[in-house]
């Protein structure tokens, strides 16, 4: 629109209808966000359509008017972008409150403008690569090749132990056989997990995640069906508690995934033909106009607090730090079960073990916690991958697979 000298006709009747959906969008933002008595929308609550008194003349100037103020309002002034005009003879209203821009926006476009907001107020930065629909095509068909594969294949490894250790004897007090209780009870756990607030504390929240993988092997009752009285990879006990933390892993890796894909769809751009469906809804009808723009104006502040939460837009994330994230998730939770369970050894008849649960289980939520800390995913998947690879060669130290 801004390349076009002057807007065309269905340019020029969307500007005289869209004072017609001013009323509703103004009355519907002030139910939603809640207004003063004076009829102004309260800060803080949509930044993107607050602050200063918008210029009519934007609206004009975006829809590709020359000289707004002398061609269509009537009105001469020396600054005619920023004066505070009133364009009545247009309009039939001054445009002192915050409505949608008529023309349909992309949804996955970095210069998505809300009408009569000031440009310091918009919420999405210029320039976005990701505006073209190929390329975030290309982009989340390149994450779905790498990283879910890259997770099967880590998976696929650490199915090792269990094909050359000794595997446990099928539990005569358990009608399910090995290795059903340990999968299921894992993924139960983990799910558990995952029902805390998102304002739970991040020390709390690694003393349940910690919690609930640790009384995992005591519900499995792994040390009353082991052979030996110290932790060894000979045990078949080993080999339960291995599958247990391959559960809890392989439960991460369903929800970071999942929800990864939910982050990408924040950033999907509409293409042309449903902007067009959208646009000829709009011009038929002036209430979906108001119902798209809540629409769009939910997609924008999750993004924006998405990447508030993370210090960067999720989707410019280089792909290998979502490789390292699910395999540093595998190795922090297999040596997470291994430590933990080792412990456990302490309370046999005649304990040989120098790890004792009072100080293995504060070290793994203080770990845990560390890996959680920081807020750039960068940062955050080093410290976890660096985390992981540590108390996974721990685990096997204590369980004696590294002699």
Sequence with gaps: MLGQVGPSLSDRGRLRSSHETCNQTRTALLDFGGGGNDGTIPSGRFPALLGERTECTERYIRHGFENPTTQECGHRSEDPVRDDINCAPLMDAPCDFPTMQDEVPNYGSASVTLECVPEHHILITEGNEFDDPAHYSRHVRLYTLLVPVATLCAFALSLIPLLVLPLPKNNQHSELPFPVPEILISVALCSVSYHLPESTDILFWATVRSGLIFIAPTLLGVLHQADYAIPTIRDPAFVRVWVVGLAWAATDAFVGIRSAYRSFSLYSPLEEREQEELLSRQEEDGSSSV?????????????????????????????????????????????????????????????????????????????????????????????????????FFAGLGVWGALE
């Design 291 to 391: 119902s798209t723009s809540f629409s769009l104006l939910s997609h924008l502040r999750a993004r924006a607090e998405l990447e508030e939460a993370i210090g960067e837009p999720f989707i410019e994330i280089p792909l290998f730090v979502f490789v390292l994230q699910r395999v540093g998730s595998l190795l922090f939770s297999l040596g997470t079960a291994l430590f933990l369970t080792a412990s456990l050894y302490s309370y046999a008849p005649h304990p040989t073990s120098v790890l004792v649960w009072w100080w293995t289980f504060p070290l793994v939520i203080v770990l845990q916690a560390a890996a959680q800390g920081f807020q750039r995913p960068h940062v955050k998947v080093y410290v976890g991958m660096v985390i992981g690879l540590g108390i």
